[in-house]
């Protein structure tokens, strides 16, 4: 099983619409989470932590589920400037800290 | 605010040749690391560095060396150079449980 799984997509939503992923990860000691963007051919960026609560950022939601171990991104009212791949990433720390990146889920934003 | 400065932004190698690819931070983090990314695909860690003076192997180090003289910098040296060594390279830094800053990248040809 892959450390971090998410379903690589293309997700081609219309404008307007709320598209939700999902990401599992399989270390039960994983201790922080986070949701990066990346446009095409460009460096990876935060967009949000992920917290045990729950979190809002404007249209974004990021939500964590440590009993089943999976973390969501929820984007609300989508406008064609949030066509980019969402990586999820999840970090360990035991001496050092490991840090996992998903491959991405491709997001399309069809006006 | 500079962040994580990436040096340089492009280039083109002969099989063989040798280069030493330059990421500056200026954010003062312990945590620094060297990522490629092939097209398509996800990141994949070649070398990390906890500290000053203190550096080991990610996943795919082969072909590849790191040095940590000083907190600030963090370069990569590619020897030999390989057809397979074209990709997106990317130069990160954190801190423990805080997401990364990624540099911008420097996209390498090898022909």
């Known amino acids: 099983r892959k450390e971090v799984e998410q379903d690589p997509g293309p997700f081609n939503v219309p404008e307007g619409a709320t598209v939700a992923f999902n990401c599992t990860y399989s270390?039960?000691?994983?201790?922080?989470f986070f949701w990066y963007r990346q446009d095409c051919r460009k460096e990876p960026k935060l967009l949000m932590s992920?917290?045990?609560s729950g979190n809002e950022d404007g249209r974004f939601t990021a939500q964590l589920n440590r009993a089943s171990q999976y973390i969501s991104l929820l984007i609300r009212d989508s406008k064609l400037s949030d066509s980019a791949t969402y990586l999820c990433v999840v970090s360990w720390t035991g001496g050092y800290q490991k840090v996992t990146f998903g491959t991405g889920t491709k997001l399309q934003v069809i006006p | 605010n500079a962040g994580v400065t990436q040096t340089p932004k492009f280039r083109i190698l002969k099989i063989g040749q040798s280069m030493t690819l330059q990421c500056t931070q200026d954010m003062n983090h312990n945590y620094m690391y060297w990522y490629r990314q092939d097209p398509g695909m996800g990141l994949k860690l070649i070398y990390y560095s906890v500290g000053a003076g203190i550096t080991d192997k990610g996943e795919v180090p082969n072909g590849y060396n790191v040095s940590r003289s000083t907190t600030e910098d963090f370069p990569l040296r590619l020897e030999l150079a390989a057809p397979s060594q074209t990709s997106v390279y990317f130069c990160a830094s954190s801190e423990v449980n805080y997401g990364y800053t990624f540099g911008s990248g420097t996209r390498l040809t090898v022909v």
């Open positions: 992920v917290y045990s």
């Open positions: 270390n039960s000691a994983s201790q922080s």
